[in-house]
C-alpha cells in the first residue's frame, strides 16, 4: 500500500523558471510531511518540511504548500538552478510511526 | 552545529563474518533510523530507536540488529553477511520541535561491499 505517492517519474524545467514538484497521500492522519532531495548513490539530503496544521512553509528558494483537503502537498523551487536536478523524494510521518517516503521525482533543470 | 556522522564510509568484507555500523546523531536529536540504499530497491527502513529503545522495525530478517546508547549514539550489526548485504547504509537522524516542526538529516552512509 503507497501511501506517499509522487505521480510524476520526471519532471524538466529551464533554468530560472518556477519547478513544481507534486505529492499525494492517502493516510489522513499523517501529521509532519518533509522534502528530500537525492543525488545519485549518495543518501537524502533534508530540504524542507511542514506540519499538518500549516498550509505553508517557506525556506529561502523552497516553498512547499499543503492541502489537506485534497491529501496534496507541493514544493516549489524558484529560481530553479542546474544544481537543483536531481531527484526529490516527498515523505510522510503520523505520530511515533516511521517516516514514509514516495517513490521520487527526476527533476532536470536545463541551462 | 555538527551533521550527522557514520563510521567507517567504507567497509570491505567477505561472506559469513560480521559487521557493526556506528552512527552520531545531531547534537539534541534523540532520534536515529537505519536505512539501507540499493540501486535495486531504493531506500528500505531497517529499524528506529528512541532513547535507548526501539521504536519502529522494517522488514529485515533477524541478522540486522541495532542499539543505541544513552548519548543517543547507534550501532547497527548485520551478522552472517550475504552478498545481497552490499549496500550504502544510511543513518539519519530527526528531531520533533516545538511549533510543530520536525526534522530529518541523513548521514554520508557507510559502504559496505560483501565480497
Known amino acids: 500500500d503507497q501511501q506517499v505517492k509522487q505521480n510524476s517519474p520526471s519532471l524538466s524545467v529551464q533554468e530560472g523558471r518556477i519547478s513544481i514538484l507534486n505529492c499525494d497521500y492517502t493516510?489522513?492522519?499523517?501529521?509532519?510531511f518533509l522534502w528530500y532531495k537525492k543525488y545519485p548513490a549518495e543518501g537524502p539530503t533534508f530540504l524542507i518540511s511542514?506540519?499538518?496544521?500549516?498550509d505553508k512553509n517557506e525556506d529561502g528558494r523552497f516553498t512547499v504548500f499543503l492541502n489537506k483537503s485534497a491529501k496534496h502537498l507541493s514544493l516549489h523551487i524558484v529560481p530553479s538552478q542546474p544544481g537543483d536536478s536531481a531527484v526529490y523524494f516527498c515523505a510522510a510521518k503520523r505520530g511515533y510511526q516511521k517516516v514514509t517516503f514516495g517513490t521520487g521525482t527526476k527533476l532536470q533543470v536545463i541551462p | 552545529k555538527a551533521g550527522v556522522t557514520q563510521t567507517p564510509r567504507y567497509l570491505i568484507k567477505t561472506r559469513g563474518q560480521q559487521v557493526t555500523l556506528s552512527c552520531s546523531p545531531i547534537?539534541?536529536?534523540?532520534?536515529v533510523s537505519w536505512y539501507q540504499q540499493t540501486p535495486g530497491q531504493g531506500l528500505q527502513f531497517l529499524f528506529e530507536y528512541f532513547s535507548e529503545t526501539q521504536r519502529n522495525k522494517g522488514n529485515f530478517p533477524g541478522r540486522f540488529s541495532g542499539r543505541q546508547f544513552s548519548n543517543s549514539r547507534s550501532e547497527m550489526n548485520v551478522s552472517t553477511l550475504e552478498l545481497g548485504d552490499s549496500a550504502l547504509y544510511l543513518c539519519a537522524s530527526s528531531l520533533r520541535q516545538d511549533r510543530g516542526r520536525y526534522e530529518q538529516y541523513f548521514g554520508p552512509g557507510t559502504r559496505l561491499t560483501v565480497t
Open positions: 511542514i506540519s499538518s496544521i500549516k
Open positions: 547534537s539534541g536529536h534523540r532520534s
Open positions: 493516510n489522513s492522519m499523517f501529521d509532519y
